[in-house]
């Protein structure tokens, strides 16, 4: 059974930082593509950041030298690190599994088979 949880949400000030978690089980993580989306209500979920098996990241032009992912194969845990946050960052963050993502359609929910809960993340100004 695949899971995915999320945590490390919360309120922030303009400018702040926050690191979100993401514990996965039930994959091979160390083979995984996994990515970071966004969703604002009554918006569509909007990609955020991808990371391949062999390391390459990918980012959203907006959080380009602001967020970084990352993963830990020993813990099976996924990561982004958001810094220089903004009142635009404010959305329910979820973090997504794929087993066959491809470049060209890392950026589509559709893409990913396993999706976490999500994490509200609060950008005050």
């Known amino acids: 059974q695949v899971q995915l949880v999320e945590s490390g949400g919360g309120l922030v000030q303009a400018g702040g930082s926050l690191r979100l978690s993401c514990q996965v089980s039930?994959?091979?993580?160390?083979?995984?593509?996994m990515a970071w989306f966004r969703q604002v209500s009554g918006k569509e979920r909007e990609f955020v950041a991808s990371?391949?098996?062999?390391?390459?990241?990918y980012y959203t032009d907006s959080v380009k030298g602001r967020f970084t992912v990352s993963r830990d194969n020993a813990k099976n845990v996924v990561y982004l690190q958001m810094d220089s946050l903004n009142s635009e960052d404010t959305a329910v963050y979820y973090c997504?599994?794929?087993?066959?993502?491809?470049?060209?359609?890392?950026?589509?929910?559709?893409?990913?088979?396993?999706w976490g809960q999500g994490t509200q993340v609060t950008v005050s100004s």
């Open positions: 990371l391949f098996r062999n390391s390459r990241t």
């Open positions: 039930g994959v091979t993580f160390s083979t995984s593509v």
């Open positions: 997504a599994h794929s087993s066959g993502a491809i470049l060209s359609t890392q950026r589509y929910p559709q893409t990913y088979n396993n």
